[in-house]
């Protein structure tokens, strides 16, 4: 017997939501057959199956468990009968009697039940109905005793409450044929008298939710800000979009960006660790997250190993992890492992953001949009710059106000003077 938990599918996950299982429940799985979906704090993962065997599901659609509950269990194999009582008497005729009754009573029934299907009654033994028959019943509101039952000896079954709900269920229940088990629909927001709406936070919104008041509340954090002369950056950019061509990819402005703060990472360790556990701990790798707007959240994939690689390399893949973001499609390995964030709202117009920091890293940098200034040069002559904002929020607990500016003034640097960031 194996039994199977909620899995920890991410590195941040406490728990998770059972959407849908892809075998029935009595169904014979084979190690690796994808075995459940289930939604996490990051994505939709599918799990598979760690042994062979019959499958008894514990664990309905809908359910949210922590990590390490159990959700299943995998058999050696279908479960045999329990073997009739022996007669108390070889040659009792009552015995005899009783044992030819059950083997009657046996070879009657019209099938074995599903696993996780047999009857039980209600508290006064008015009604039998399957185990996910009465959940079922209790979410979608259905009197078991108003139904007249279609399993064995009058057994209310699932199809039963299902068909009393007005709900669809997948065909007859069968080893080979995937399982998707609807699950409860939203209860429907009732607005306050004042007639103001009110929505639930889908389970995303809620850990985002969360961690940025655990953020709020247990980190130390501080700003630094500086303005950047982007007109070098953006000449730059335009002859690389000279050179990539009609169909080829061109940095961003937010990729510049990228790369320069995991080329200024790389010089300031610091700002590329963490706090965890009283502890420093600085990684020898510079994973750069950047935050993409989903429908209903805000999702930091996550750019590994930003420093070494080029501004085409790193444009390509921003662009991939973002078309997976917003089509939903991205997976907890491509959210996890950042060392440092880029938040950037200047698409939008803003001239600043103070973002909050990506527990448990050092730092969070906030990009505001490139705008046409007029200012006074060393000279003293009046002269057109396009200066973008920089707002570097810290975790004072690693990074204080000396070192976290000079890792800012790197990021300008290299951002004014552009060419490092193509080397």
């Given at each position: 017997?194996?039994?199977?938990?909620?899995?920890?599918?991410?590195?941040?996950?406490?728990?998770?939501?059972?959407?849908?299982?892809?075998?029935?429940?009595?169904?014979?799985?084979?190690?690796?057959?994808?075995?459940?979906?289930?939604?996490?704090?990051?994505?939709?993962?599918?799990?598979?199956?760690?042994?062979?065997?019959?499958?008894?599901?514990?664990a309905?659609?809908?359910?949210?468990?922590?990590?390490?509950?159990?959700?299943?269990?995998?058999?050696?194999?279908?479960?045999?009968?329990?073997?009739?009582?022996?007669?108390?008497?070889?040659?009792?005729?009552?015995?005899?009697?009783?044992?030819?009754?059950?083997?009657?009573?046996?070879?009657?029934?019209?099938?074995?039940?599903?696993?996780?299907?047999r009857?039980?009654?209600?508290?006064?033994?008015?009604?039998?109905?399957?185990?996910?028959?009465?959940?079922?019943?209790?979410?979608?509101?259905?009197?078991?005793?108003?139904?007249?039952?279609?399993?064995?000896?009058?057994?209310?079954?699932?199809?039963?409450?299902?068909?009393?709900?007005?709900?669809?269920?997948?065909?007859?229940?069968?080893?080979?044929?995937?399982?998707?088990?609807?699950?409860?629909?939203?209860?429907?927001?009732?607005?306050?008298?004042?007639?103001?709406?009110?929505?639930?936070?889908?389970?995303?919104?809620?850990?985002?939710?969360?961690?940025?008041?655990?953020?709020?509340?247990?980190?130390?954090?501080?700003?630094?800000?500086?303005?950047?002369?982007?007109?070098?950056?953006l000449?730059?950019?335009?002859?690389l979009?000279?050179?990539?061509?009609?169909?080829?990819?061109?940095?961003?402005?937010?990729?510049?960006?990228?790369?320069?703060s995991?080329?200024?990472?790389?010089?300031?360790?610091?700002?590329?660790?963490?706090?965890?556990?009283?502890?420093?701990?600085?990684?020898?790798?510079?994973?750069?997250?950047?935050?993409?707007?989903?429908?209903?959240?805000?999702?930091?994939?996550?750019?590994?190993?930003?420093?070494?690689?080029?501004?085409?390399?790193?444009?390509?893949?921003?662009?991939?992890?973002?078309?997976?973001?917003?089509?939903g499609?991205?997976?907890?390995?491509?959210?996890?492992?950042?060392?440092?964030?880029?938040?950037?709202?200047?698409?939008?117009?803003?001239?600043?953001?103070?973002?909050?920091?990506?527990?448990?890293?050092?730092?969070?940098?906030?990009?505001?949009?490139?705008r046409?200034?007029?200012?006074?040069?060393?000279?003293?002559?009046?002269?057109d710059?396009?200066?973008?904002?920089?707002?570097?929020?810290?975790?004072?607990?690693?990074?204080?106000?000396?070192?976290?500016?000079?890792?800012?003034?790197?990021?300008?640097?290299l951002?004014?003077?552009?060419?490092?960031?193509?080397?």
């Amino acid at each position: 017997m194996t039994d199977i938990t909620m899995p920890k599918l991410s590195d941040s996950m406490e728990e998770g939501t059972i959407l849908s299982w892809l075998k029935a429940d009595g169904a014979t799985v084979a190690e690796g057959d994808e075995l459940v979906e289930i939604e996490t704090d990051k994505a939709n993962m599918t799990y598979e199956a760690p042994a062979a065997g019959t499958l008894a599901i514990l664990a309905s659609p809908g359910e949210t468990l922590r990590v390490g509950a159990p959700i299943a269990r995998i058999g050696a194999g279908p479960e045999a009968p329990a073997p009739a009582p022996a007669p108390a008497s070889t040659g009792s005729a009552g015995g005899a009697a009783a044992a030819a009754a059950a083997a009657a009573a046996a070879a009657s029934s019209p099938s074995p039940p599903v696993v996780g299907e047999r009857s039980s009654a209600d508290g006064n033994g008015a009604v039998a109905a399957t185990p996910i028959a009465r959940r079922l019943a209790t979410v979608h509101g259905v009197e078991l005793g108003t139904l007249s039952g279609t399993g064995p000896r009058g057994r209310i079954m699932r199809a039963d409450v299902a068909a009393a709900a007005g709900i669809a269920l997948p065909p007859a229940l069968a080893p080979a044929a995937p399982v998707v088990a609807p699950a409860a629909p939203p209860a429907a927001p009732s607005p306050p008298a004042d007639g103001v709406e009110v929505r639930e936070l889908t389970r995303l919104q809620q850990v985002v939710a969360r961690r940025m008041a655990e953020a709020k509340a247990t980190v130390p954090e501080f700003q630094v800000q500086t303005e950047v002369a982007m007109d070098a950056a953006l000449a730059l950019r335009a002859r690389l979009k000279e050179a990539a061509g009609e169909g080829g990819v061109v940095p961003s402005v937010n990729d510049l960006i990228v790369k320069a703060s995991a080329l200024a990472l790389r010089a300031h360790p610091l700002a590329n660790g963490s706090y965890k556990d009283g502890r420093f701990e600085l990684h020898p790798r510079v994973n750069v997250g950047i935050a993409v707007a989903a429908q209903d959240a805000l999702v930091v994939p996550t750019i590994v190993d930003a420093d070494t690689r080029s501004l085409g390399a790193i444009a390509a893949e921003a662009r991939r992890l973002a078309g997976r973001v917003r089509d939903g499609s991205i997976t907890p390995p491509e959210l996890s492992g950042g060392t440092f964030t880029v938040s950037n709202l200047g698409m939008y117009g803003m001239t600043a953001i103070t973002p909050v920091i990506n527990v448990p890293q050092a730092a969070i940098l906030g990009v505001g949009t490139a705008r046409a200034t007029l200012v006074r040069d060393a000279e003293g002559e009046v002269v057109d710059r396009h200066l973008m904002t920089l707002t570097l929020t810290c975790d004072h607990r690693i990074l204080y106000g000396a070192e976290a500016a000079q890792f800012l003034a790197t990021i300008r640097d290299l951002l004014e003077r552009p060419l490092q960031l193509a080397l």
